[in-house]
């Protein structure tokens, strides 16, 4: 009996969210034909404002941020780790993760600087002599901020469907397989702060999970390796590539899929319109909604 209740509505949620990604993918073809028609009416590049083929990263360049990326992240955590006492009197180590997300944050900081520098002293190698305007790094292919952000909200409107249909379609796999996940370490801190209204925790994990991570998320896996990938192995190689790395980095299986397509509508995003900002965004408001999720059904999760 339960078998046969079960598996019409496993069939229903894959159905569901099999039209859900059709539907995400039909708007963001849309949205791409709307970026194409503004790129003529603005006499941008036939190429629809994307970023040249020739890579402003070296090789070295893309290591040695990912190195600092990394370590920087393992030093946080061994400095943010506090000695505590238990109940009975023993010694303790625990995260104060207030200061982990402080820390995190100036990473992230960091890093976007020091890449907006490189970036600055590759392309002005690379240009040609007499010629002194460098391109944009959050605008590369020129147009306004405005426009940027308005492109980014756009698409993560359009890819909202999508997200949520290859998050039905991964648990189905996940359970099919029987492979046991829990939900990611930061979703969980999210809602434990949240019902607790513990505001020391949550404003620097909010600002960093909504601000900074965007930032720096984008800049390294987007702006820095993308870029560089594409330059090698192609934009379809680059994307999926980035993505998949990008997924890696975090650390539920739960989010693999949803999170490695996130990474890819931003590295599309970034592709068609030149603007490092636009994928910024999408980042950012695609991480504020689940906040604002996570705060309005906080009982339900």
Not at 110 to 127: N, P, V, W
Not at 128 to 147: H, I, K, Q, T, Y
Not at 186 to 203: F, G
Not at 260 to 271: I, N
């Amino acid at each position: 009996m339960d078998t046969t209740t079960g598996e019409p509505s496993a069939v229903s949620t894959l159905l569901v969210s099999v039209v859900f990604v059709a539907i995400s993918i039909t708007m963001l073809r849309e949205l791409a034909r709307s970026m194409q028609r503004s790129a003529r009416s603005d006499s941008v590049s036939p190429d629809h404002g994307s970023p040249g083929t020739s890579s402003p990263w070296s090789g070295g360049s893309v290591l040695m941020l990912f190195a600092f990326f990394f370590l920087g992240q393992l030093a946080i955590m061994q400095l943010a780790v506090t000695p505590s006492l238990d109940p009975d009197g023993a010694d303790n180590l625990e995260l104060s993760h207030p200061a982990t997300f402080v820390g995190l944050s100036l990473l992230n900081l960091i890093l976007s600087l020091l890449a907006m520098q490189l970036y600055r002293l590759r392309t002005m190698q690379q240009l040609e002599s007499g010629e002194s305007r460098v391109p944009s790094f959050w605008l590369e292919s020129g147009g306004n901020a405005f426009r940027a952000i308005r492109l980014g909200v756009v698409a993560l409107l359009c890819w909202i469907p999508g997200h949520i249909g290859l998050a039905g379609i991964w648990d189905l796999t996940l359970r099919f397989l029987e492979i046991e996940v829990q939900v990611q370490s930061s979703v969980q801190l999210t809602l434990e702060s949240i019902r607790q209204s513990d505001w020391t925790l949550l404003i620097p994990l909010c600002f960093y999970g909504a601000v900074m991570a965007p930032i720096g998320e984008e800049v390294l896996f987007r702006g820095v390796l993308f870029r560089w990938l594409k330059g090698h192995w192609g934009f379809i190689g680059a994307v999926v590539a980035s993505s998949i790395f990008f997924a890696l980095i975090h650390d539920s299986i739960a989010s693999w899929l949803p999170v490695a397509a996130l990474g890819g509508v931003c590295a599309w995003l970034y592709h068609r319109s030149g603007q490092l900002l636009a994928s910024v965004v999408l980042h950012s408001a695609f991480n504020s909604s689940m906040f604002l999720l996570m705060s309005l059904f906080k009982e339900e999760i």
